[in-house]
């Protein structure tokens, strides 16, 4: 089981509708949690993070965490087409120094 | 704020020279950094773990005597890819943690693009 799992993708939405990434991670000592977005062929840049149960919201993104299902979500709002672009779910675990990165969403945002 | 800084943005060497690329965290001291590479159309793969003043941490499979790392000051980290070869072609990304944000959040530089030839 890989320590954090991510849907490849891609995943589609309309112009304006909600795009959902979700992230499940294995270990339960994990404390951190972030969400970066990487356009093709440039580094990623950090979305978002959250560390305690429940919903955090910046502007037209919600973080959701529920720490007993070991899972970790993404919400997008009024999806724009540069939007499109690669999502990374990342998980520090208690003191540790490394982010342990999932495979990455590919979201699409379609005129 | 939390800039991180890479130098150059890309580079072409033959095969069989070195190559330095520099990591500079601009408005945060970072105790700690991290080399990425990334081949096209894959995730991110740790290379090290770069602690300012000790030696680095090589995950596993890395070899430590061709990615040679350097942190000798809190805003400077350098990878010096040795003997390079066409297979070491590849993005390599740094970050720096900033411990000193609310979020302790990691920050990417804006990589490296190396084309071994």
């Known amino acids: 089981q890989k320590e954090v799992e991510q849907n490849s993708g891609p995943l589609s939405v309309p112009e304006g509708a909600i795009a959902s990434l979700n992230c499940t991670y294995s270990?339960?000592?994990?404390?951190?949690f972030f969400w970066y977005r990487q356009y093709s062929g440039k580094s990623p840049e950090l979305i978002m993070s959250?560390?305690?149960?429940g919903d955090k919201e910046d502007g037209r993104f919600t973080a959701q965490l529920n720490k007993a299902s070991q899972y970790v979500s993404l919400l997008i709002r009024d999806s724009q087409p540069s939007d499109s672009a690669t999502y990374l779910c990342?998980?520090?675990?208690?003191?540790?120094?490394?982010?342990?990165f999932g495979t990455g969403t590919q979201l699409k945002v379609e005129l | 704020g939390a800039v991180v800084s890479q130098h150059p943005s890309w580079v072409i060497c033959k095969s069989g020279t070195s190559v330095k690329i520099e990591c500079r965290s601009l408005?945060?001291?970072?105790?700690?950094m991290f080399w990425y590479r990334q081949f096209p159309k894959q995730s991110l793969m740790l290379m090290a773990t770069?602690?300012?003043?000790?030696?680095?941490?090589?995950e596993q499979g890395v070899e430590k005597d061709k990615f040679l790392i350097n942190h000798a000051s809190l805003t400077l980290s350098t990878l010096t890819v040795t003997s390079a070869h066409p297979e070491d072609s590849s993005f390599y990304i740094c970050?720096?943690?900033?411990?000193?944000?609310?979020?302790?959040?990691?920050?990417f530089g804006p990589g490296t693009r190396l084309t071994v030839l």
């Open positions: 770069s602690n300012e003043g000790s030696k680095a941490t090589y």
């Open positions: 270990d339960r000592g994990s404390q951190s």
């Open positions: 970050s720096a943690r900033d411990r000193t944000s609310a979020t302790d959040t990691q920050y």
């Open positions: 959250i560390y305690s149960n």
């Open positions: 990342a998980v520090r675990t208690g003191g540790g120094n490394k982010l342990t």
């Open positions: 408005d945060f001291q970072a105790t700690t």
